[in-house]
């Protein structure tokens, strides 16, 4: 099948004004008649849920956690990009949009990618008016950095908890809905299925994870923000918590699932310490812009502490590899170049596996007061988890799995192919490519959550009869029938080993073969050890206690379960897709230079599969990708 974006036509500065006018639209008595689930409140669900709300329609918004306040989206700590140009050094809506298209290695479409660009300076008005503490210079402007793959400085920031204080932002818009009663708010629920009646998404069944009780919740439209799905290589810059469990119902009751081999591996993280961690720690792509990455050159070096490395025995490596961006070269680059260092006997720190990041010269030339300023709550961070301070001594880092570009496929709505399920921030596939940007994200989170879906759902809602569907409907009890009976049957098995094993195994296949680096042989060797894996967890495995409580061993393995499948799809599109582009890196297509080599002939589209039922191949569909504003080249930051 050939898949159909609905992109609008036109000069492209004009489609997304022009499709806002041309969408349906619901008047104001009408949408107290219309309800919409929201399944997650991160960034994109929390701002939706309030947008959404504000409007008048009736929404039913879901966590797992105990409060939105938890979000993965609290993470997030550098920055956020807008095309302001406070810092009049060049910057555009198309500047942002073209350094947008080109960090993605151009697999995202041209129409999304436009409009992200074009509301993101709204999404700073929006946060300012919230009360969002952005950092201000002397003057009491809002101040800007640098972030990777750009050569202006249009990254909003406060300090290294951006996410954090955006996340409030929302939250307080959240908080006044439910106040005034549009708002719904569902915490400690788990969504395990979503209810399609007559090929149309109305409806959710989840577990409540405090009594264990399975609950189903009907509506007129569903909206999933369920974020991304990277912790199926186990170690990972994510919450433990993050998993690909709605996401991966829904592929199951038949959306398609985008560019799952996309997935983001961020160059500064702590380096792991032990076999037994269960979770990596960030560290802002932002220090970057103070921080200078390198590695010795001479091995004999290794055991030395860096200070007493003479700067001509450093190889400051992005600088002499990228010239013109040096340090801010994007995330799978930076990445790359870090693990070639390491690959070739000259990583730091415990096993060979880190580079530097040095703020020697930046403190030198701005003074320790300005750094901290700048990242201090980043550098107490790395300090209480190694032990080492980072003005004395430079920080390690080494590459680690972070940000999942693919996602439920969505069309220019962002609505998925099933009518009624809409798709919000890192759970679709749709504007980051083969590569994010830095400070992209939170962007995507809250252009898609303020701006975009308050608009696209009333066109969606205005062609459908409101309250047709109830939890009355057989497919609701079919639905809780369903849920009840897998948990029962993981329950059952009281195999030897515990869900924690299976996923670290998961976990060490993907990273080493479908990792940093892929290769047909490493993702055969996936595709045939996955399966293996899965049907040894379907015999062996050890989940305690019932579902009718609390039980935390049964939500890991039901994730762990969703994982086993996944995985396996993820390595069956690298193995399909034989070129290289952004994080997605087949070592048998690359230049003389180590750099990616894309196949545009071939391969200059969005790959979406479909699931089949379970022992069937999945079947791909595709969207072609056509550039008519920035024209298909080797992408470059030399």
């Given amino acids: 099948m050939i898949l159909d974006g609905k992109c609008p036509t036109g000069p492209i500065e004009k489609t997304w004004d022009k499709h806002r006018f041309d969408l349906k639209l619901v008047n104001p008595a009408n949408k107290r008649k219309y309800t919409v689930i929201m399944v997650g409140t991160g960034l994109a669900g929390g701002a939706a849920a309030a947008s959404l709300g504000e409007l008048g329609y009736n929404v039913m918004a879901f966590c797992y956690q105990d409060s939105p306040r938890r979000a993965h989206s609290i993470a997030a700590q550098g920055g956020i990009n807008a095309a302001k140009n406070y810092p009049n050094d060049g910057d555009s809506i198309y500047r942002l949009f073209y350094d947008t298209i080109k960090g993605g290695d151009f697999?995202?479409?041209?129409?999304?990618?436009?409009?992200?660009?074009?509301?993101?300076?709204?999404?700073?008005?929006?946060?300012?008016?919230?009360?969002?503490?952005?950092?201000?210079?002397?003057?009491?402007?809002?101040?800007?950095?640098?972030?990777?793959?750009?050569?202006?400085?249009?990254?909003?920031?406060?300090?290294?908890?951006?996410?954090?204080?955006?996340?409030l932002g929302a939250y307080s818009a959240l908080s006044r809905q439910i106040k005034a009663g549009t708002v719904k708010m569902y915490n400690r629920r788990e969504m395990l299925d979503l209810v399609v009646v007559?090929?149309?998404?109305?409806?959710?069944?989840?577990?409540?994870?405090?009594?264990?009780?399975?609950?189903?919740?009907?509506?007129?439209?569903?909206?999933?923000?369920?974020?991304?799905?990277?912790?199926?290589?186990?170690?990972?810059?994510?919450?433990?918590?993050?998993?690909?469990?709605?996401?991966w119902k829904a592929y199951k009751k038949g959306a398609f699932f985008a560019n799952p081999c996309y997935t983001q591996i961020h160059p500064t993280c702590i380096p792991q310490a032990g076999d037994y961690q269960s979770k990596l720690t960030l560290m802002s792509e932002s220090l970057r812009n103070d921080g200078r990455c390198w590695v010795p050159k001479k091995k004999e070096d290794l055991g030395k502490h860096p200070s007493e490395i003479p700067d001509e025995d450093r190889d400051y490596y992005l600088e002499r590899k990228?010239?013109?961006?040096?340090?801010?070269?994007?995330?799978?680059?930076?990445?790359?170049?870090?693990?070639?260092?390491?690959?070739?006997?000259?990583?730091?720190?415990?096993?060979?596996?880190?580079?530097?990041?040095?703020?020697?010269?930046?403190?030198?030339?701005?003074?320790?007061?300005?750094?901290?300023?700048?990242?201090?709550?980043?550098?107490?961070?790395?300090?209480?988890?190694?032990?080492?301070?980072g003005y004395k001594r430079p920080m390690r880092m080494y590459p680690a799995p972070h940000y999942s570009m693919g996602g439920l496929w969505v069309d220019y709505n962002l609505q998925s192919n099933i009518p009624g399920l809409f798709v919000l921030g890192e759970a679709n596939f749709s504007v980051h490519g083969a590569n994010r940007l830095g400070a992209s994200a939170l962007m995507q989170g809250l252009a898609d959550g303020y701006f975009v879906i308050p608009y696209t759902i009333g066109g969606y809602l205005a062609t459908v009869k409101p309250g047709t569907v109830t939890t009355a409907n057989p497919e609701f009890k079919k639905s809780v029938e369903d849920v009840n009976g897998y948990a029962n049957k993981l329950l059952s098995i009281n195999g030897k080993k515990t869900v924690a094993e299976f996923m670290r195994e998961l976990g060490g296949l993907m990273w080493e073969n479908c990792g940093m680096a892929r290769s047909k042989e490493s993702l055969e060797t996936n595709l045939k050890k996955i399966p293996a894996l899965r049907e040894e967890f379907w015999k062996n495995v050890k989940v305690t206690g019932t579902g009718a409580e609390l039980n935390q061993d049964l939500e890991n393995a039901g994730r762990t379960a969703d994982f086993l499948e996944f995985g396996e799809l993820l390595c069956r599109d690298a193995h399909h897709r034989e070129e290289s582009c952004g994080g997605h890196f087949r070592v048998e297509h690359q230049y003389e230079d180590g750099e990616a080599m894309r196949d545009d002939a071939n391969f200059c589209y969005v790959g979406a599969w479909e699931y089949k039922g379970d022992g069937k191949e999945p079947e791909l569909h595709k969207e072609p990708l056509k550039f008519e504003n920035v024209h298909l080249a080797v992408r470059s930051y030399k």
């Fill in 198 to 247: 007559d090929g149309v998404a109305k409806g959710i069944t989840c577990r409540n994870l405090i009594t264990g009780e399975i609950e189903s919740y009907a509506a007129d439209a569903v909206c999933l923000a369920t974020g991304g799905y990277v912790n199926v290589f186990y170690l990972s810059t994510n919450a433990m918590g993050c998993s690909v469990t709605a996401n």
């Fill in 322 to 389: 990228y010239p013109s961006f040096g340090n801010l070269a994007p995330r799978d680059i930076a990445s790359r170049a870090a693990k070639e260092q390491c690959d070739d006997g000259r990583g730091v720190g415990p096993g060979g596996r880190g580079v530097y990041l040095d703020f020697s010269d930046s403190i030198k030339r701005l003074g320790e007061s300005t750094i901290r300023e700048r990242y201090g709550n980043l550098f107490e961070m790395y300090e209480k988890i190694t032990d080492e301070n």
């Fill in 107 to 167: 697999r995202a479409r041209e129409a999304d990618v436009w409009r992200l660009a074009q509301v993101s300076n709204n999404i700073i008005d929006q946060c300012v008016a919230q009360g969002v503490p952005f950092a201000r210079d002397y003057s009491g402007y809002l101040d800007n950095r640098s972030f990777g793959g750009a050569q202006v400085s249009r990254t909003f920031y406060a300090r290294g908890q951006t996410g954090q204080q955006l996340l």
